[in-house]
Structure formats: structure tokens, C-alpha cells
């Protein structure tokens, strides 16, 4: 996918020059950097002063060649950050709306309508008006009305940030399953760090209208430039893990990650799917040179420092310990403990510092 | 109360050219407001102020502009009267009369609905696949049409109060172009009180009951 474009806005111009091929693209920076103009770009809603986007090797617009396909025969299916769901109209027709789209814009396979509904477990909404849902079920039928409009590409403005913190973790595996099962392209744009680690494997930063970065995110948003700008955010880790067994006497679970290392996290009965996301936060888990003898932690993995990027006042290690860990301590520990690239570190995690 | 023959009359034919002008509007009206809402083009106020200046203009001037359009020495006239089509002095000058006048009225209503309808849910049906007019019909009328209901409702009361421009298209013919207002005028005129008080009942509640409707119309759509 090609994505060029320059777009006057009142304050700086959007002017992006980016070109990807993957699953899930997030488009990440701090609100007001351009990310909802240039999906409205995209979609065809906004006008582009120059520039070019393809498809697919589809052209939607050139301003070199004088195209500019109406948003009706882009093919892209937009969820908008306030779901508009259109609120005359039942959920069911909400959701067929885009159905009758023609092939010649969206794709050509069909998509099965009650396979949507239970990926998205929304079939027991439909015949509701679309005013008495609530923030997560309106988010999950606006999705189902842009997946089953047979888009070549999802855009998705911020889908998560209306919501509470409880219901985005709630709505993330959704999203999860939407990539995996329908295998339509998806950009997504958020300022959320965990949503971009969770969902996307490549990573376009923005900010003020520029592209500082743009790579697989694991690598790039460890970056300086990138803890930079979660001022307000959490730096948080995000592990896929498999559930191995739950001991509520003990008050733990225990699981094992892709790399075979096994945590303890808070006690399950069991979960519905054995497989599932963990997270920690950068700043629960401490770093000692030396294996502590008795602590109360339940995790304490041997590991190395393989990568150390100073900000003021503080470091953000990337540690390899099995998975890749992400620990933030202040300059002050870095120095005492001596710590840098390559160093031997212990991590230690309380059990209850686990969170789903 | 028995109403004679001529009350009814008159009621009847006010009601039915009231009707007939507000249908006869409508889609133009709807269409105009549209634009006003929802295009920019140059000299864009300059048309919205001839659109609306009815409203404003002493309806006997209104009324003077449409004879001199109309009048069998215009050209128009004089194009219509050599089909076979009379405007003046007859029950279209008072169609005309009464279109024009509530015109604005109407343009003003569903203007202002259309503008209260989201822009980014039209915006949103176009990237699911649907037409210009598959949106206008299937999302902008429905969520606007207690507005354009509201609007018709007013522009109806308007047209069945019209006077000033009435008289001097279609004049103040008993039997032929008389409607409720021209009629209360003659009666008053005539010393015919009781009768003038008559068709003054009738107008408060015709006026009433539209007023109302469309002020209750108007508020069920705001909060929705």
C-alpha cells in the first residue's frame, strides 16, 4: 500500500510519504498530530492537495494523473472514532447497510454475515434501535457495518478511545479476532501504546503531520522519540502467554510464554481460551544484578540488557528474558547498578503486578 | 354553530389550494434547502437572500412583483395566456400567490433540520458503497424529516393566512378566488359581523393546530 500526501491544515500541513504491506498498520501519535485527517484522506472524505494512494495496486487518487475515486468506490470500510452508528435505523440495518456495496469497489468474496455476528458476539443485538446500546456494543456494530461492506481496508479512529478502561480490554480481543479471522488490512490509529503492541505488526508515528518513524512496532516504539510522547500513557508490556494451571490455594496461575519461560500471575479458574494476553507495566517490574535469595515476588527471570535508551532522569531497558521485557528505572538505578547494553540483569515481578 | 354553505365554501377552498401550494413546494423547497446546508458555491448568500426575502418584503410588493410576471402584458403572462393558462384573477394567481409566500418559510425549516443532521454519517454511508441519492433518501430525509414535516406545517398556516399578495394577483372574488382571509376582509367591509366571526374561529384553530404540531414536531426532533 502506497500513501503519499500533502493536506494544508490551519495549524502545520499533513504531509506523509509512506509505503506498507501489512495486516495491521497503526497509526500512532499524541492527538492532534494529523492521524484522523489522514484516515478521512483515505477514505476519500477530505481533499488531498497532492499526492497519490494505492491499493492493492489499485489507484484511489493521483493528483499527477487527475484520479480521485469517490468514497463510495474506494472500498474502504471506516470506523470512526464516534462509531455514527445511523441512529434511525434498527442494528440490522445498520449492519447491512454497506452490504449491498458493488463488487467492483469492495472485494469480491462474500462475507458470511453470521459468522461476523458471532466473531463480534453481537447477534443478539439485532433487532435493538442503535440508541440503546451501550459505548461497546456500539464500537462492535460499527464494525461488523464496515467488515461486511467487503472492504479491501479498515480504517479504524481510535475504536477503543470512547470507552472505559475495563471495556477496551474487553473490545481488544475482538479486534484481535477481526484481524486474524477476515483477513482484511487494517489501519489503525491510536495514541495508545498497548493497542499498537496487541494489534498491529507495523508502526507508522506521527507527529504534527510528519512521519518520525515507522517499522515493526516492538522495535521502534521503544525508541526514545516514542517514550517521548506517552507522557500520559502507560508504558506496559504485553506478553502472549498459554495457560498452563490455575492453584487457588496458592492464590496463582501458571503460564508459559512463546519462549518456554513460565510466569505466575494472579490466579484464573481457567480461561476460555487457553491462549491469552498478560500485561505488566514497565514500572512494576524491578531490576537486580544479583539472583535475590528470599523476596516475595513469585517471578524473578534471568535475563540481558539488550538495548538502553536514556531520557531525563530516567532509562528504558529492553530486556531479553525468554520474551522481550520493557522496564523503565530511573538514571539514578541505571548508574548505581552500572547497568547497559549487554549486562546480566534478574527481573523481578510480583504475581499480582499481572494484570489481563 | 351552522356554518352556511358559503362558510364552507370558503374553508374548503382555502384548505385545498393551501394544500396544493404546500405539495406544490415542497420537493423544491427540500431540494433548495438542501443546497443551502450542505453546498458552497459563489454568491451562495446572495441567493439565499432572494430565497428568503418574501418573508420579509411587504406581501402587497410581492404581490405587485408576481402581477407584473404574470400579468397577461408580460412576457410570461403573454406566453401562458396563449397557451390557454390564466394566472391573474383566477385560482392559480392565488396557488401562486400563496407558494411564494410560504416558500421561505419552508426553505428556513428544512434548512436548518438538514443542518442539524451529522455530516459524518452521510460521509460514513458514502465509504459503505451508497449513492448521493441512496444517502439523501435513505439517511438525510428520515433523520431530518420532522424538520421538513414542521416546515410543510408552517408554510400550510402561512399559506392560508396570505392576504397581501393574494388580493393583488387573484383579487378578492367571491366563489372564485375568496379564501378565509379575503373573506373576513369582504365581511368586515360589508358590516357582516357575525359572519366575519365565523371564519375568524375557523382561522385561530386551523392556526392553533398547525402552529402546534409543527412547534411539537419540532421539539421531538431535537431530542432525538
Known sequence: ?356 | MIFSFETWQITLFSISVGLASTLLILPFGIALAWFFARKEWPLKSVIETIALLPLVMPPVSTGLILLKIFGRRSPLGQWLYERGIEIVFNWKGVLIAMSVMSFPLLVRSVRTSFAEVNPRLEQIAATLGASPLRIFFVITIPLAYKGIVAGALLAFSRALGEFGATILLAGNIPGKTQTLSLAIYNYVQLGKDSEAYILLCITVVLAFMFVWSSEWLLRAGKKT
Open chain 1, 1 to 356: 500500500m502506497l500513501l503519499r500526501c500533502r493536506i494544508p491544515l490551519a495549524s502545520f500541513d499533513l504531509d506523509i510519504d509512506a509505503s506498507f504491506d501489512a495486516r495491521v498498520t497503526a497509526i500512532f501519535g499524541p492527538s492532534g498530530s494529523g492521524k484522523t485527517t489522514l484516515l478521512d484522506a483515505l477514505a476519500g472524505l477530505r481533499n488531498i492537495a497532492a499526492g497519490a494512494i494505492e491499493i492493492d495496486g489499485r489507484t484511489l487518487f493521483s493528483s499527477a494523473r487527475g484520479i480521485n475515486l469517490a468514497p463510495r468506490k474506494r472500498g474502504i470500510g471506516y470506523v470512526p472514532q464516534e462509531g455514527a452508528l445511523f441512529p434511525h435505523l434498527s442494528v440490522q440495518k445498520n449492519i447491512l447497510f454497506g452490504a449491498e456495496r458493488d463488487t467492483d469497489s469492495g472485494k469480491s468474496e462474500p462475507i458470511n454475515m453470521d459468522h461476523v455476528l458471532d466473531i463480534l458476539e453481537i447477534s443478539h443485538l439485532l433487532p435493538r434501535p442503535v440508541t440503546q446500546l451501550s459505548g461497546g456494543e456500539a464500537q462492535r456494530v460499527a464494525l461488523a457495518r464496515a467488515i461486511l461492506s467487503r472492504p479491501r481496508l479498515l480504517l479504524l479512529d481510535e475504536p477503543l478511545a470512547a470507552l472505559d478502561i475495563g471495556l477496551k480490554e474487553r473490545i481488544l480481543p475482538y479486534l484481535a479476532r477481526v484481524r486474524d479471522e477476515f483477513k482484511i488490512p487494517m489501519i489503525y490509529v491510536t495514541h495508545n501504546l498497548t493497542e499498537v503492541l496487541t494489534l498491529a505488526d507495523w508502526v507508522l508515528m506521527i507527529r504534527q503531520g510528519r512521519l518520525i518513524a515507522e517499522g515493526v512496532p516492538r522495535e521502534k516504539l521503544i525508541s526514545a522519540e516514542a517514550v517521548t510522547q506517552l507522557a500520559d500513557e502507560q508504558l506496559e508490556n504485553v506478553l502472549t502467554v498459554n495457560f498452563v494451571q490455575g492453584n487457588r490455594e496458592a492464590g496463582n496461575t501458571q503460564v508459559r510464554l512463546a519462549s518456554g519461560t513460565e510466569l505466575f500471575i494472579p490466579y484464573l479458574s481457567s480461561p476460555e481460551n487457553p491462549e491469552f494476553q498478560i500485561r505488566v507495566s514497565a514500572d512494576d517490574i524491578l531490576v537486580a544484578t544479583e539472583r535475590p535469595n528470599s523476596i516475595s515476588a513469585g517471578n524473578i527471570l534471568p535475563g540481558t540488557i539488550r538495548k538502553m535508551d536514556r531520557l531525563d532522569g530516567e532509562a528504558i531497558l529492553t530486556v531479553l528474558a525468554g520474551d522481550e521485557f520493557l522496564v523503565r528505572v530511573t538514571a539514578s538505578a541505571a548508574k548505581r547498578l552500572g547497568l547497559k547494553e549487554g549486562t546480566a540483569v534478574f527481573l523481578i515481578i510480583k504475581t499480582r503486578s499481572f494484570s489481563l
